[in-house]
T-cell receptor
Framework: ETGVTQSPTHLIKTRGQQVTLRCSSQ?????VSWYQQALGQGPQFIFQ???????GRGNFPPRFSGLQFPNYSSELNVNALELDDSALYLC???????????????FGPGTRLTVT | ELKVEQNPLFLSMQEGKNYTIYCNYS?????LYWYRQDPGKSLESLFV?????AVKQEGRLMASLDTKARLSTLHITAAVHDLSATYFC???????????FGAGTRLFVKA
């Protein structure tokens, strides 16, 4: 069974640029959530994708957007990068049955984004 | 709005001592998690608590859940240096969507 993977591991971007982060969900999982963790803080929920649609969003501006693909992998896109976007970005996958509650989520290793 | 509060935020303790980390949450939830995070690393799942009165133990760590009080505790028994890390509690919103994390407890165990 393959766990959650993320790429790249580290990334350095300049303010104003755009970035795309990638996540491959664990085998059998159909839901992906993205979190931002600034240094010294707890992870903050960005959004969740299920069946290729956004299924819930935290308090993040529209320049944070995402995609989920038919194989359940996902991308997080951030436009017009700001210095405060520097953080560890975590992806988590889980299984959402047709009826009932989403199962426990499993986290990937994260992507460290530095904006200069 | 679901909020999660942990205390203490920082804990320095001697090896061999016992201590408890507290996690309060503001609204009804389906699930509560405890995670460990080492510096620069991702989250390691420690416990998932689903029902009132649930108690789980792994090594020197024991977690419990009181859904009526909306309180979970993580108890550390006879701490060792290897337990030094940041511990987060997190709570799922209704239906399992939008997991909300506490600010974390930075634990340092002195040898």
């Amino acid at each position: 069974e393959t766990g959650v993977t993320q790429s790249p591991t580290h990334l350095i971007k300049t303010r104003g640029q755009q970035v795309t982060l990638r996540c491959s969900s664990q085998s059998g999982h159909n839901t992906v959530s993205w979190y931002q963790q600034a240094l010294g803080q707890g992870p903050q929920f960005i959004f969740q994708y299920y069946r290729e649609e956004e299924n819930g969003r935290g308090n993040f501006p529209p320049r944070f957007s995402g995609l989920q693909f038919p194989n359940y992998s996902s991308e997080l896109n951030v436009n017009a990068l700001e210095l405060d976007d520097s953080a560890l970005y975590l992806c988590a996958s889980s299984f959402f049955p047709e009826t009932g509650v989403i199962d426990e989520q499993y986290f990937g290793p994260g992507t460290r984004l530095t904006v200069t | 709005e679901l909020k999660v509060e942990q205390n203490p935020l920082f804990l320095s303790m001697q090896e061999g001592k016992n201590y408890t980390i507290y996690c309060n949450y503001s609204t009804t939830s389906d699930r509560l998690y405890w995670y460990r995070q080492d510096p620069g690393k991702s989250l390691e799942s420690l416990f998932v608590l689903l029902s009132n009165g649930a108690v789980k133990q792994e090594g020197r760590l024991m977690a419990s859940l009181d859904t009526k009080a909306r309180l979970s505790t993580l108890h550390i028994t006879a701490a060792v240096h290897d337990l030094s890390a940041t511990y987060f509690c997190a709570v799922d919103g209704t239906g399992g969507f939008k997991t909300i994390f506490g600010a974390g407890t930075r634990l340092f165990v002195k040898a």
